[in-house]
């Protein structure tokens, strides 16, 4: 992880910019927005990454986990949310079922769905059910 400061942060002014392209011509100080349709490992472990350093700045810096805590929470939920969609789309593709990716972010739903794809691809009864995995 990276050793850093953060400033605390200013109150946004109507003028300020949230978004702005690079004027330096290099092309890699942008965010590539277009990768996530392509590589869902990206997309989910950016969430992930996220989460993994907010929970290190909390380690060095005490106080700080009681405003973070919702923050870390919601990062990690999301990368699970999209690993499980990440299942359920390559298994649709094994069983070449080939629907849409799930919407909604209900994790139980999501993963009921690979549940059930895990029981049809490869014939097993569940290992995991709601109550030892969920609680």
């Not at 700045?57 to 919702?70: C, E, R, S, W």
């Not at 999301?78 to 299942?87: A, G, H, N, P, T």
Request: glycine letters at 6%; hydrophobic letters at 40%.
């Amino acid at each position: 992880m990276t050793n850093f400061e953060i400033d605390e942060p200013k109150i946004l002014q109507k003028e300020d910019k949230l978004f702005q392209t690079g004027n330096d011509g290099n092309w890699w100080h942008n965010a590539h927005l277009d990768f996530y349709h392509i590589n869902w490992n990206l997309y989910a472990l950016g969430y992930k990454d996220a989460a993994d350093i907010l929970v290190q700045f909390v380690l060095k810096a005490p106080g700080q986990q009681d405003m973070l805590v919702y923050p870390i929470v919601f990062l990690y939920r999301q990368y699970i949310e999209l690993r499980l969609k990440e299942i359920i789309k390559k298994g649709e593709a094994l069983l070449s079922t080939f629907n849409d990716i799930p919407f909604g972010h209900n994790i139980y739903d999501l993963w009921n769905k690979c549940k059930k794809i895990r029981t049809y691809a490869i014939g097993l009864r569940p290992i995991f059910t709601e109550h030892n995995f969920m609680r």
